[in-house]
């Protein structure tokens, strides 16, 4: 069959960019491979989860999932680059991983919250 690109490009927001991803899939019985480019700063972690759970099913169905980072991938985008079978990096390409924060106390994260 074939391969189909889609894309993040932005931040991960909430009951939107899961949608979107499926919409720019459309009928996954008409690929072999999907490839996913990111270029987004992170965002919600519940949507980001959300994405992850889709590309290791399709992965799991015998989909080729496969993530490039053309731009960039920080927080919960570094998460979802991972939920592939291939990861790529474009050479301009940056990740970045922090500790967990939570956003209800001024952001602090995990380390601060030991404290």
């Not at 459309?26 to 072999?32: V, Y």
């Not at 301009?92 to 994260?109: D, Q, R, S, T």
Request: charged share 25%.
């Amino acid at each position: 069959m074939g391969i189909k690109k889609i894309h993040i490009k932005g931040p991960v927001e909430t009951d939107i960019t899961f949608n979107d991803l499926k919409e720019q899939a459309g009928d996954i019985n008409l690929f072999d491979s999907i490839v996913l480019d990111i270029s987004s700063q992170g965002g919600c972690v519940e949507e980001g989860l959300k994405i992850m759970i889709w590309l290791d099913t399709l992965s799991q169905s015998g989909k080729e999932v496969i993530t490039v980072v053309s731009a960039n991938a920080y927080s919960i985008a570094s998460l979802i680059m991972l939920a592939a079978d291939k990861r790529y990096i474009s050479k301009h390409g940056e990740v970045m991983v922090h500790n967990p924060m939570v956003p209800f106390i001024e952001y602090a994260n995990a380390n601060e919250l030991e404290k």
